[in-house]
């Protein structure tokens, strides 16, 4: 699936992901891997709707569920800058972070990710991270559609968690 994910094989990865996700006990819907695995199932959803090969209504509908539960996304870099596929502060605050999640090459933008943090780090704890890798998480508290021409998700991820890698 990662190989799907990583070749943008957006089809692949989400049939994948969705099979993966209905063998998962509920006593596993909370462990890592499902919460990463429902991640990658959104991401590849979105894919797909980039690609006009689902609806948008058709998108969110398959998506809508994971409302309430929880998500661990991929790591990315922390920065100061605007840029695509990176941590940035929302409105110069670090009580909420924000991601804007696109293709490989940038030219697709596949959701904008708000990450409300259940624990507000200081701005020098931001600032003395930028440039290293951070991987994010929380409870979905709301999934939508914008856009019309290019469809994206904006996802509103609550009670969110920072974990700096090393």
């Not at 590849?44 to 309430?68: C, H, R, W, Y």
């Not at 409105?91 to 904008?112: G, M, P, Q, R, Y």
């Not at 704890?125 to 904006?154: M, T």
């Amino acid at each position: 699936m990662i190989t799907s994910l990583q070749n943008e094989d957006w089809q692949n990865a989400n049939t994948l992901s969705s099979s993966l996700l209905n063998k998962i006990s509920k006593e596993e819907q909370g462990d890592p891997a499902a919460c990463m695995l429902r991640y990658m199932y959104i991401f590849s959803e979105a894919g797909l709707m980039n690609l006009n090969k689902v609806s948008q209504s058709d998108a969110l509908k398959k998506v809508i569920g994971f409302t309430g539960q929880m998500v661990i996304l991929p790591a990315h870099l922390i920065s100061l800058k605007n840029a695509f596929n990176s941590i940035e502060l929302v409105n110069d605050k670090t009580d909420s972070l924000f991601i804007t999640a696109t293709n490989i090459k940038a030219t697709s933008i596949f959701s904008f990710e708000y990450i409300i943090l259940d624990s507000k780090m200081s701005l020098d704890d931001f600032n003395n991270h930028v440039g290293q890798k951070c991987r994010l998480g929380g409870i979905i508290r709301s999934i939508s559609v914008e856009g019309h021409i290019f469809p994206r998700f904006r996802l509103i991820i609550e009670r969110g968690i920072a974990k700096i890698e090393k």
